[in-house]
C-alpha cells in the first residue's frame, strides 16, 4: 500500500441552492488486479469518523463507508443504481443515476475522478451531486 493525499470537492445542488466542500485527506492506495482502491478516513458532521473505501475501474467507481454511516455507492455512466444508506438516523434507500463518470490515469494509477450524479433518498430527489477526487503520491 502506498501513502498518498486525496482532495475531495464535492458540490450539490439542492432546489437552486448550491454547497461546495473542500476536504483533504491522507489515505492509501493499492493496485489488485483490474482495479485501484483507495482508503482513508473521512470526518462526518454530526456522525464522526467513518473508513471509506473507493473501488476503481476502468468504467466504474464504487464508493463503501462503513462506521457511524455505511454504504455501498455504485457509479457507472448512464445507469441507476439501488443501495441502502444506514445512519444514526435509521436506514434509507437510497438511488443513484450516473451522467458522467471519468477517471484519469498518470504514470499508471488514477490522479483525478469525476462524477455527476442525480440522487433519490427514500424516494425524494435530493439533487445533483459532483464530486472530484484529486490523488496525489
Not at 8 to 16: D, F, I, P, S
Not at 83 to 111: A, C
Request: a neutral charge; proline letters at 3%.
Amino acid at each position: 500500500m502506498q501513502e498518498v493525499r486525496i482532495k475531495l470537492t464535492a458540490k450539490h445542488l439542492v432546489e437552486g441552492n448550491e454547497e461546495e466542500t473542500i476536504h483533504d485527506y491522507t489515505g492509501r492506495y493499492v493496485k489488485k488486479e483490474n482495479a485501484w482502491y483507495l482508503t482513508y478516513r473521512e470526518q462526518m458532521e454530526g456522525i464522526g469518523e467513518v473508513g471509506t473505501t473507493l473501488r476503481l475501474e476502468e468504467k466504474s467507481v464504487t464508493l463503501v463507508r462503513q462506521g457511524q454511516v455505511s454504504s455501498r455507492q455504485q457509479f457507472e455512466k448512464g445507469k441507476s443504481t439501488h443501495s441502502v444508506y444506514r445512519s444514526p438516523y435509521g436506514p434509507f434507500d437510497m438511488e443513484t443515476h450516473t451522467n458522467k463518470l471519468r477517471i484519469q490515469v498518470q504514470d499508471g494509477m488514477p490522479r483525478n475522478v469525476e462524477i455527476a450524479y442525480q440522487l433519490w433518498m427514500s424516494g425524494q430527489y435530493a439533487g445533483e451531486h459532483r464530486l472530484q477526487i484529486q490523488i496525489n503520491p
